[in-house]
């Protein structure tokens, strides 16, 4: 037997689904009802009881909207499948220009059972399987514990989705992740730890929802339906919301349609889309057997891992006095107390607008000078401030100060500081293939109380700085000066010593045997320039950043800070952790010791993003000479 109902109605369209391009624009034509065409079928060729029911929308230009009992849908055509015997209530909406207009209900009886359409692995993990219930809880306490997630709510990109498929949960162009703790959101992203109540679904006679919201007593407690898409991985709720708090609750319109992004025995995650800076909200949950039964495993807070004799690499560093220096890549993330980077970020691009690019011109100066022979620190601000003092360190590597730490902005609104002790912690130590530290991470807790969370800063030693205070053992290359090429060589705004370039002419004629340059080690030229002095343009700064250009024959480079060269004088440079492959150019530019009638790059952009240049500051760029000094490789 096959029953067909058939029903015709008036419809129209909410104002928020279109933009009006005039005030003069105005709503379509009311639709009569008789021009409205829906059919609901009962199909009992597929159930003996009727549990197939299939939706159709004959109506042009309308969007439908149907409210099955046990979930709603706006397909066009849609197939419904009740698993438990029952009487049901179809209620059907039209949207098109002239607005929404509901039509009367379609009452349906289903006569028997069909437990097929829930004897499905994923039902039984959400609901504990058929004849049965399961209540969930979010996964923090009113302590702020979270006992299974890292914390209550993490962010994902709008497109991703069931994490165990796709490419790693990805289904389109925007996914990503960012798994804080509850102290990272606290505030902004999350009200607060809480009781915030339990959520039971149950198949016990149907698919049963039911919710205690302690924290939102505008939904209080709730009794509704739900319905598990098993093929595409989403739940649907009817007169019934997740459990959630209330930081978002303007900024999702629809928590009744969750995305599943993990279920198991013991734990789930459901999404939801925010529609202020979109992006996918996941609720985590526990079960409310798996929470009776944690047990909280008796660990300390967990340390750092650093390397093998970090304590004799860093005073091996710290006694040649030389400086440490935020990094011109990736100075600032933030990380846990094992040296995490909860962002990984490596280049100033992979920085999120949120948060801004990093600009060396605004803490490029700043450097921090350890010396372990007598336990000193100085410490020279990015506005040239200095301040020296003693400082300590503990066996877990913990730096404690006589002075205060500069604090200054580094990007944005985050800022370079110590923590409320004035101390920085190693969080991580990375080294070069010959034992030599080629980076340093340390970090500043976020909330001394609570040692999970620090702010990251990246420090390179910058082997070439102007720390001074003790001799360093490595091989010098020689040097033939008589072959170095140098002066606005790229008639750019800049003043090049060029000391070996496979595309210039000292390829032919090399000033050294660039085969002498080992990869992966740290190497240090010292230059001396004259005839800068009264040979700059009227209004000259008189101050220019000098670095080292290198790049192998693959184009790989290493990490190059630069010094401040002021006019004729002995000036180092340096390179950190070189390329392995052979030489393949290998300069010291100097922007802005240039002709005055050519322009350079200066790094930096107008208000409309466009690059900004300006002119060289030597007059007689032809009267400027350099002499290499020195290049050693450690």
Request: hydrophobic share 35%.
């Amino acid at each position: 037997m096959k029953s067909t109902i058939k029903i015709f109605m008036l419809i129209g369209i909410l104002m928020t689904f279109f933009t009006c391009s005039n005030d003069d624009n105005e709503l379509g034509r009311i639709l009569d009802p008789s021009e409205l065409d829906f059919t609901v079928v009962q199909d009992y060729s597929i159930d003996e009881g009727g549990n197939t029911v299939i939706l159709i929308n004959n109506t042009p230009e309308t969007v439908p909207v149907w409210d099955y009992g046990t979930g709603v849908s706006n397909r066009a055509i849609d197939t419904i499948r009740y698993a438990f015997a029952g009487d049901y209530t179809i209620k059907f909406s039209a949207v098109t220009d002239g607005g929404v207009v509901d039509a009367e209900p379609i009452p349906i009886t289903v006569t028997e059972d069909n437990l097929n359409y829930v004897n499905d692995p994923l039902w039984t993990l959400l609901s504990g399987g058929v004849g049965n219930s399961k209540t969930w809880l979010l996964d923090v306490d009113a302590d702020g514990v979270s006992k299974y997630f890292g914390g209550p709510m993490f962010f994902y990109g709008t497109d991703n989705g069931w994490l165990e498929g796709g490419e790693d949960g990805c289904y389109g162009d925007d996914c990503w992740n960012w798994s804080p703790d509850l102290n990272s959101i606290l505030g902004w992203g999350f009200s607060g730890p809480a009781d915030f109540g339990e959520m039971t679904f149950s198949l016990e006679g149907g698919p049963y929802m039911t919710v205690n919201h302690l924290t939102l007593p505008q939904y209080g407690e709730q009794s509704g339906t739900y319905f598990l898409d098993k093929d595409n991985y989403t739940l649907t709720t009817s007169n019934a919301t997740i459990l959630h708090d209330s930081a978002y609750e303007d900024c999702v319109s629809n928590w009744n349609s969750l995305v599943i992004l993990s279920l198991t025995e013991d734990a789930m995650q459901l999404g939801v889309i925010r529609d202020c800076d979109p992006a996918m909200l996941s609720f985590n949950f526990i079960s409310q057997e798996y929470s009776d039964n944690w047990v909280p495993e008796e660990t300390g807070p967990e340390e750092p891992t650093l390397p093998g004799g970090w304590e004799d690499i860093i005073s091996e560093i710290t006694t040649t006095a030389i400086e440490w220096k935020l990094s011109e890549s990736n100075p600032l993330d933030w990380a846990t107390l094992g040296g995490n980077m909860m962002n990984g970020w490596q280049a100033p691009e992979d920085y999120p607008d949120w948060l801004g690019t990093p600009d060396p011109a605004v803490y490029g100066d700043f450097s921090m000078t350890l010396n372990s022979v007598d336990n000193t620190v100085a410490f020279v601000s990015p506005d040239g401030t200095t301040t020296d003092g003693t400082y300590a360190i503990n066996n877990s590597g913990i730096y404690s100060f006589s002075v205060p730490v500069p604090s200054f902005q580094l990007i944005n609104w985050a800022y370079f500081g110590a923590d409320a002790n004035n101390e920085l912690r190693i969080l991580r130590i990375d080294t070069d293939p010959s034992g030599n530290v080629s980076d340093m991470w340390l970090g500043a807790l976020d909330d001394v109380n609570n040692p999970t969370q620090y702010t990251a800063f990246h420090l390179v030693p910058n082997v070439g700085g102007s720390g001074g205070g003790g001799e360093v053992e490595g091989d010098e290359i020689p040097v033939d000066n008589s072959k170095i090429v140098f002066g606005d060589l790229e008639t750019s705004g800049k003043f090049r010593i060029e000391i070996y370039n496979q595309y210039g002419s000292t390829s032919a004629d090399s000033p050294i045997d660039q085969t002498l340059i080992p990869g992966n080690n740290t190497m240090e030229v010292t230059f001396t320039l004259s005839g800068v002095d009264g040979n700059l343009v009227e209004g000259a700064s008189g101050s220019y950043n000098a670095a080292i250009l290198y790049f192998d024959t693959a184009w790989a480079s290493g990490n190059t800070p630069s010094v401040t060269v002021t006019g004729d004088g002995t000036y180092t440079v340096s390179i950190n952790s070189l390329p392995a492959g052979d030489c393949g150019v290998f300069t010291i530019d100097i922007p802005g010791l240039g002709d005055s009638a050519n322009s350079y790059d200066t790094g930096e952009v107008d208000g409309d993003n466009n690059p900004i240049f300006a002119n060289g500051e030597v007059v007689d760029v032809s009267a400027v000479t350099a002499t290499v000094e020195s290049i050693v490789v450690y």
